[in-house]
Antibody, heavy 121, light 109 residues
């Protein structure tokens, strides 16, 4: 079955750049319609959508965070990487990656377990 | 972009039905039939319960149903069970990005 797993640093300092990797299995980012997205959740707060990359390398970003985010894919490694610059303590959150199956679904059907990132000096 | 508006909490007794609303704008909820709903238990990743406003993924009980009218989507849970107690989030496609709601805590009395 489809699985996704996030990895990256658990602690970053303010102003540093965060790099997170989503490693997935049992689907291909070469398949038409498929996408992988990133969503985060600060402690005790709501989910916030961050970015998504499509099978055709089209990329979409949250308008409020667009200037700080970059999403890329490596289909040979089955990985999607999210970088976020100029980290701030308010960026402390659990970061999830999720599978978007097709245009028809246009939702996130399978999620990774999440990775906790703390921003602190 | 602004988060979609959900009630902070709703409650119901076992066996009853509850409805959670999700209000957006004509640029998101009202503009696309791409509203999804997620259930999240404490410490767990979200789980997709409804997509495309009304569709249920395989394995989701038919006690869960979705609808939409104008700029407001709704999730209805009938025959409430103790295990339904969780946080619920709506999400809508907004043309070139997605937006989540603020979340609703469902309390099963």
């Amino acid at each position: 079955q489809i699985t996704l797993k996030e990895s990256g640093p658990t602690l970053v300092k303010p102003t540093q750049t965060l790099t997170l990797t989503c490693t997935f299995s049992e689907f291909s980012l070469n398949t038409s319609g498929v996408g992988v997205g990133w969503i985060r959740q600060p402690p005790g707060k709501a989910l916030e959508w961050l970015a998504l990359i499509y099978w055709d390398d089209d990329k979409r970003y949250s308008p409020s965070l667009k200037s700080r985010l970059t999403i890329t894919k490596d289909t040979s490694k089955n990985q999607v990487v999210l970088t976020m610059t100029n980290m701030d303590p308010v960026d402390t959150a659990t970061y999830y990656c999720a599978h978007r199956p097709t245009v028809t679904w246009n939702a996130f059907d399978i999620w990774g377990q999440g990775t906790v990132v703390t921003v602190s000096s | 972009q602004s988060a979609l508006t959900q009630p902070r909490s709703v409650s119901g007794s076992p066996g009853q039905s509850v409805t959670i609303s999700c209000t957006g704008t004509s640029s998101d909820v009202g503009g696309y039939n791409y509203v999804s709903w997620y259930q999240q238990h404490p410490g767990k990743a979200p789980k997709l319960m409804i997509y495309g406003v009304t569709k249920r993924p395989s394995g989701v009980p038919d006690r869960f149903s979705g609808s939409k009218s104008g700029n407001t989507a709704s999730l209805t849970i009938s025959g409430l069970q103790a295990e339904d107690e969780a946080d619920y989030y709506c999400c809508s496609y907004a043309g070139s990005f997605w937006v989540f709601g603020g979340g609703t805590k469902l309390i099963v009395l």
